[in-house]
Structure formats: structure tokens, C-alpha cells
Antibody
Framework: QVQLVESGGGVVQPGRSLRLSCAAS????????MHWVRQAPGKGLEWVAA????????YSGDSVKDRFTISRDNSENTVYLQVNSLRAEDTAVYFC???????????WGQGTLVTVSS | EIVLTQSPGTLSLSPGDRATLSCRAS???????LAWYQQKPGQAPRLLIY???SRATGIPDRFSGSGSGTDFTLTISRLEPEDFAVYYC??????????FGQGTELEIK
């Protein structure tokens, strides 16, 4: 069955960095566009970044542009989110999601919590 | 950027009632690429409806989607206790950002 498992979250000081990972299984990873979505405590969902199947095309939201970088390793069935220059407002649960062009996000991971605090 | 506005913010209903949730886009969605998700506390969102009209795999038929262009609706025909949750719409009509609505909380009256 399809599984997405995020890891790499934690408590980090402002200005520091983390690398979030999302390990995929149960489907042909290289055929799917992958996204990251985040949710601040008690708030709604915010789209963060997307990466195309071969990694050639990437997008990121305005609030994280130039600080967050999405990447993938199709040989390891893993998508990453490098988060730099973290701010208090980046505190959130970060979800990875499998994207289907017609279906939207048909599978989600359980999320990994990033807390930015001094 | 396409802005999605969901209404109402909170909907108070009883089990057995019919729920109607609205999602309005700031511009017409090409291909009606709009999805609805359900989220319960401490869980990841779950896909309910895609392409504005189609139920995702395993979703009960009491959930239905309708609409086109800029106005979309999620209807739950007869609420079950497990349906009380937060519902989000999301558009995939254009290149990113793939924006979400702010959510509608469906609470037990």
C-alpha cells in the first residue's frame, strides 16, 4: 500500500536549518510529482513547494522562496525539503503529499513538526 | 495567485442533517481542478472530492461535489458522527501556488 513517512522535524533556533525527508513506498515514486504542505498550530493548510517527476522543475511559495529548497532522489524514493534561515512563523507540521494532476493530493504523510524557538 | 474563500467559517449541525459547504475562487478554475479534503484533529487531510465532482476511492456516497468556474460546493447528505471535522478546498487550476481555502469547521450542534 502507498505510504509516505516524513522525518527530520524538531526544535530549532531562529536562523538555523533543517532537512526534512519524506520516504515513499508502495508506488512508482519516479512517476509522481511531489509536494510539501504545512500547517501552523491551530491554522489552515499552506502549500509550500512542489517538484516535478525528474526534479527538473520546482516551485515554492512566496513566504519560503529563497529559504526553502525542495529536491528528490528517485533512486531512494525520497523527497526532501531543505529549510534554511528558519523563523518563528515557520513553526508548523510539514506534510508531504503525492500529487495527481487530476486527483490532487491522493496520499499524505503523517507530518513532521518543526518548532522554531529560542 | 488564485484566492479561495470558503463559507461559512463554522457550520453547526446535528447528525442526520444535510451540510452544504461553499468554496469561491477569485478567478475561474481551468478544468475545474478543485479538490476537497477532510481533516480531523491530529491527522493528515484526506482527499474526498477531486475534479470538483468525483469522489475519491473509498469515500461514502453521502459526500458529493458540484460547481464549476468560480463557485463550488461540497454537500454531505446525511451527517454521520465521524463527519464532524474541518474541510478545505484546494485549486490546481494554474501553475503553483496551489492555494487552499481557509477551511470550514463542521461542528456538532
Amino acid at each position: 500500500q502507498v505510504q509516505l513517512v516524513e522525518s527530520g522535524g524538531g526544535v530549532v533556533q531562529p536562523g538555523r536549518s533543517l532537512r526534512l525527508s519524506c520516504a515513499a513506498s508502495g508506488f512508482t515514486f519516479s512517476r509522481y510529482v511531489m509536494h510539501w504542505v504545512r500547517q501552523a498550530p491551530g491554522k489552515g493548510l499552506e502549500w509550500v513547494a512542489a517538484i516535478w517527476t525528474d526534479g527538473s522543475t520546482r516551485y515554492s511559495g512566496d513566504s519560503v522562496k529563497d529559504r526553502f529548497t525542495i529536491s528528490r532522489d528517485n533512486s531512494e524514493n525520497t523527497v526532501y525539503l531543505q529549510v534554511n534561515s528558519l523563523r518563528a512563523e515557520d513553526t508548523a507540521v510539514y506534510f508531504c503529499a503525492r500529487y495527481g494532476a487530476v486527483t490532487g493530493y491522493d496520499y499524505w504523510g503523517q507530518g513532521t513538526l518543526v518548532t522554531v524557538s529560542s | 495567485e488564485i484566492v479561495l474563500t470558503q463559507s461559512p467559517g463554522t457550520l453547526s449541525l446535528s447528525p442526520g442533517d444535510r451540510a452544504t459547504l461553499s468554496c469561491r475562487a477569485s478567478q475561474s478554475l481551468f478544468g475545474n481542478y478543485l479538490a476537497w479534503y477532510q481533516q480531523k484533529p491530529g491527522q493528515a487531510p484526506r482527499l474526498l472530492i477531486y475534479g470538483a465532482l468525483s469522489r475519491a476511492t473509498g469515500i461514502p456516497d453521502r459526500f458529493s461535489g458540484s460547481g464549476s468556474g468560480t463557485d463550488f460546493t461540497l454537500t454531505i447528505s446525511r451527517l454521520e458522527p465521524e463527519d464532524f471535522a474541518v474541510y478545505y478546498c484546494q485549486q490546481f487550476s494554474s501553475s503553483p501556488p496551489y492555494t487552499f481555502g481557509q477551511g470550514t469547521e463542521l461542528e456538532i450542534k
